[in-house]
Nanobody, 127 residues
Framework: QVQLVESEGGLVQAGGSLRLSCAAS????????MGWFRRTPGKEREFVAA????????NYADSVKGRFTITRDNAKNTVYLQMDKMKPEDTAVYYC????????????????????WGQGTQVTVSS
């Protein structure tokens, strides 16, 4: 499995921005579609965004569409999540995840489709 390490999160004021990165190692990065998920206390891990291996496809949760942007740099084996216009409800532990590319160009939104996970990083948005 590919190993994933997220950058440090942080504290940001409502309306502010933060960029997370996730560095992959151990496997060929372009064999994986990448996703970001988040978890708040008492809730299941929820889908945030996903990007295909060649960045040709992206998918976003409705709650972040228009505010968050997922990108990847295959030369650096890194996926990013740019978070703008942040809200207090974006406060969560954020995880990056990798799913092996299948035969169909599908970006999955469920955790069981992702075999590799980062350790998670805390993001807090103050009101």
């Amino acid at each position: 499995q590919v190993q994933l390490v997220e950058s440090e999160g942080g504290l940001v004021q409502a309306g502010g921005s933060l960029r997370l990165s996730c560095a992959a190692s151990g496997r060929t990065f372009t064999n994986y579609n990448m996703g970001w998920f988040r978890r708040t206390p008492g809730k299941e891990r929820e889908f945030v965004a996903a990007i295909s291996w060649n960045a040709g496809l992206t998918n976003y949760a409705d709650s972040v569409k228009g505010r968050f942007t997922i990108t990847r740099d295959n030369a650096k084996n890194t996926v990013y999540l740019q978070m703008d216009k942040m809200k207090p409800e974006d406060t969560a532990v954020y995880y990056c995840a990798a799913a092996e590319v299948g035969r169909l160009p599908i970006l999955y939104r469920t955790t069981n489709k992702y075999a590799s996970w980062g350790q998670g990083t805390q993001v807090t948005v103050s009101s």
